[in-house]
């Protein structure tokens, strides 16, 4: 059993950078491939990274790449999602899930979820 928890969320301009934690209980945390959806209103929630449970291999989204970074700590059981060069259109609720599955892309191949962290870009 894992569970999950997501913060720092928050406001930020256009163009700046913001940083969100996935914090994790369960001894077996470091065997779990750990992605990040995100969810903007009236939107269905999508892939946006993921990293494995080593953290030698990323993942992410076309819209995201080359401004986001994903990285964990598993010896703190945290992931974290580093966001630069915001834009509006990376406004939603973020998600972090953990699965031990390959599809790290896919919504319904993660077993656990947390339960969000807003994040809004204003423009």
């Known amino acids: 059993q894992v569970q999950l928890v997501e913060s720092g969320g928050g406001l930020v301009q256009a163009g700046g950078s913001l940083s969100v934690s996935c914090a994790a209980s369960?001894?077996?945390?470091?065997?779990?491939?750990v992605g990040w959806f995100r969810q903007a209103p009236g939107k269905e929630r999508e892939f946006v990274s993921a990293?494995?449970?080593?953290?030698?291999?990323?993942y992410y989204a076309d819209s995201v790449k080359g401004r986001f970074t994903i990285s964990r700590d598993n010896a703190k059981n945290t992931v974290y999602l580093q966001m630069s060069s915001l834009k509006p259109e990376d406004s939603a609720v973020y998600y972090c899930?953990?699965?031990?599955?390959?599809?790290?892309?896919?919504?319904?191949?993660?077993?656990?979820w947390g339960q969000g962290t807003q994040v809004t870009v204003s423009s």
């Open positions: 899930a953990a699965t031990v599955r390959l599809a790290v892309a896919e919504m319904v191949q993660y077993d656990y």
């Open positions: 369960g001894r077996t945390f470091r065997r779990y491939t």
């Open positions: 990293i494995s449970w080593r953290g030698s291999s990323t």
